[in-house]
């Protein structure tokens, strides 16, 4: 009820009164207490000893009790209305006359409830005594709401305060009207500080034109919200990726306000960003990997084509990767990789791209080119830097590549078709030895052609028993008899002629078969060992080459001692020839297998001698027996003084360390005499025998022939 009420309830209630009390005999006692029951209001009538006289049948509702409970009794107001500060705001107005309004009282063990009852006081006079005038109105439903209301704001508060997302309110010009603490966690402002600013102030500027399209159309009642992601600034000047929701509304005053809730979702992009740099990286060197280059050389091309300018895409393959790899270990292997990726990518512009394309392969896109001489000399600087020295594990490692470089859009007009040309250029690099750049041919795509039928018929080669051994004799120059042979690789394929060495020995090193096939040949030498004992012939050494990947790949000393027991070869006859150049790949490990293979009672010689680095003095370190002079110093020994000088020298410096000295490639009465005179041990070579199958062999041992 309303003040207005009150106050007319009260005049009512004086009029009505004053009716009694001036000419009772003039009213109806019925119509009076009729009036008074019908009030919006409750009411009780106290006298001056504070006791209820009466009271209506809207008080009696408030209060549950019966509605002629005071016709029986007068009751103290404290024992009708049990409130203390009832009491004595009654006994106030009782005192003083002075009005007492507002007085809240709670009426509790109803059934239906708590109630709340409002009282206005009023002090009147009733035959010469003082009586008050209770008032209540039931402000149950009306407190009820207001206690909703302020549970529901202070909810809110606590919500909008605690929340676990940023809320900020903004004006209709983008200014900060209110905000909460996640926000400034989240930016580093304090709220006052974000009070003071707009929220264009603290947008990036890259994303603000994006989210003025989309406020625009908030403002014009397009849409009713939006959600995007995007950059805020912080405080330090960092930038934050949030997700932002902001949704319209009005308030009181019909203006419009912006409620945005943001999300800090930097983790979750740090994230995301990690995984496509995975999904876009190499792992151990952070370059491009293959998918990513191949994106940014399709670029390049498109722009190429606009611009009437050329590509360059280089394929770029480590010489001899697989020995630093299988004789330091892979974790060295890795280093080199690293710092081979680090080398080539601070050789480039910026705006070239190095990749991994895998294992020990890296390939260049060089965009915006004139022509293919930029190519060559960006390729000679590559080169250049990779051929610098670097320590592994201890041992000095001159890392080296072979480059193959095709050109858009003379090679090719697609990633696809560029990345095979300088692949097969590269090879080109190969065939000459490596360290060297090589720009694609046409006739290089046939070779590449070739290679890829060679690899899968060499595969095939083991399983369908196509290889096969032929022997060299190995003669004693001062008395002409064969003292040994040599074990030479053959390869028959069923549907063609045979295969030269030459032309699959290197690529069963390059594809890793010629770890399978070496132990073919070693099993097959030392089988033969064995059948040629059986037969009744005198002992006959057998020398079988090991190539580098088998020397350094595998535990060749253990595959040794394994085939000796299988075979019952005697490894007294037995002679493993290794390349210097091999030896001092890994000088430490190669000095412990060497050992392992002696003690085994097998012997070890040194092939191709004087091609390498070595010198006679550093294989003092290795258990030798025997020293092949390459055949590429015997063939013009008898004409070139050079030639002769380090035959010469060889013979005599392996004689002083007590070491045999066998010469390759004597093809010529001329040479073989020089070398006799010389003081050579041994020879082979076509003055005395091709390479012959093992039946002939059987002959010539069994007539005797030398």
């Excluded at 595998?554 to 299988?566: E, N, P």
């Amino acid at each position: 009820m309303t003040l207005s009420q009150h106050k007319y309830c009260l005049t009512r209630c004086r009029f009505l009164m004053s009716s009694i009390f001036v000419d009772p005999h003039l009213q109806n006692q019925n119509y009076l207490e009729q009036v008074i029951d019908a009030m919006p209001a409750g009411l009780v009538m106290v006298d001056a000893a504070l006791r209820a006289c009466s009271m209506n049948r809207m008080m009696a509702d408030l209060l549950g009790v019966p509605d002629d409970l005071l016709l029986e009794q007068e009751l103290a107001l404290d024992d009708l209305i049990a409130c203390p500060e009832l009491a004595r705001h009654a006994a106030e107005a009782l005192a003083s006359g002075t009005p007492q309004d507002n007085v809240l009282v709670t009426l509790d063990g109803r059934a239906d409830g708590v109630r709340y009852v409002d009282f206005n006081i009023r002090r009147t006079r009733k035959d010469g005594s003082y009586m008050l005038l209770l008032i209540g109105q039931d402000i149950t439903f009306r407190r009820k709401a207001r206690l909703r209301l302020q549970e529901s704001e202070e909810f809110f508060r606590l919500t909008f305060s605690q929340a676990a997302v940023g809320i900020v309110l903004l004006g209709a010009d983008g200014r900060v009207l209110r905000t909460n603490s996640k926000m400034s966690q989240i930016l580093g402002y304090t709220e006052i500080e974000l009070l003071q600013r707009f929220f264009q102030q603290l947008t990036c500027a890259e994303d603000m034109a994006e989210e003025q399209a989309l406020m625009t159309r908030l403002k014009l009642g397009q849409i009713s919200d939006y959600q995007l992601e995007k950059r805020l600034l912080r405080r330090d000047g960092a930038r934050v990726w949030v997700s932002v929701n902001v949704s319209s509304m009005r308030d009181v005053n019909g203006s419009q306000r912006f409620i945005c809730v943001i999300n800090d979702i930097q983790r979750q992009k740090q994230a995301e960003e990690a995984l496509l740099r995975m999904a876009n990286h190499d792992a151990l060197t952070g370059l491009p990997n293959r998918v990513l280059m191949q994106d940014r050389l399709g670029q390049a091309i498109m722009h190429a084509h606009r611009a009437g300018r050329q590509v360059a895409v280089m394929f770029i393959d480590l010489d001899r990767f697989k020995h630093v790899n299988d004789s330091l270990g892979h974790d060295a292997g890795d280093g080199l990789i690293v710092e081979i990726a680090r080398r080539l990518s601070n050789s480039l512009r910026e705006s070239d791209t190095v990749a991994r394309q895998g294992g020990d392969e890296f390939v260049v896109v060089l965009p915006d080119l004139a022509g293919q001489e930029d190519a060559a000399r960006v390729a000679r600087k590559l080169l250049d830097n990779l051929f610098q020295p670097t320590t592994l594990c201890g041992q000095e490692v001159f890392p080296s590549g072979s480059i193959g470089i095709a050109m858009y859009p003379r090679d090719g007009e697609d990633s696809a078709t560029l990345l095979k040309c300088a692949d097969s250029a590269m090879y080109g690099s190969k065939g000459q030895g490596g360290n060297h750049y090589s720009f694609y041919t046409a006739e290089m795509g046939a070779q590449a052609v070739e290679h890829l039928r060679m690899e899968g018929a060499l595969q095939r080669a083991l399983q369908r028993q196509e290889f096969l051994l032929h022997y060299q004799p190995v003669v004693d120059i001062g008395s002409g008899v064969v003292t040994g042979v040599e074990a030479l690789l053959r390869w028959q394929p069923q549907d063609r002629a045979m295969v030269s060495p030459a032309d699959f020995i290197p690529l069963a090193e390059e594809t890793g078969l010629i770890v399978p096939i070496g132990e073919w040949v070693l099993l097959t030498a030392m089988e033969q060992q064995v059948a040629w004992r059986q037969s009744g012939l005198p002992p006959v050494r057998i020398s079988v080459n090991l190539s580098a990947r088998q020397f350094l790949g595998q535990d060749v000393a253990q595959c040794v001692a394994g085939l000796l027991a299988r075979t019952g070869c005697d490894p007294g006859y037995l002679t493993l020839e290794i390349t210097e150049s091999v030896l001092m790949e890994n000088p430490i490990a190669a000095a412990e297998t060497m050992g392992r293979l002696a003690a085994m009672g097998v012997q070890l010689a040194i092939d191709d001698f004087g091609t390498g680095y070595s010198s006679l003095a550093s294989l003092k370190r290795f258990p030798i027996h025997s020293l092949k002079i390459d055949r590429s110093f015997v063939m013009d020994l008898t004409q070139d003084a050079d030639d002769a000088a380090i035959v010469n020298a060889v013979i005599a410096l392996a004689h002083s360390m007590k070491l045999n000295v066998i010469a390759e490639g004597v093809e010529t009465g001329e040479q073989l005499a020089y070398l006799s005179k010389q003081g050579c041990d041994q020879m082979q070579g076509y003055h005395f025998s091709r390479p012959v199958e093992p039946g002939r062999i059987e002959a010539m041992l069994r007539a005797g022939r030398g």
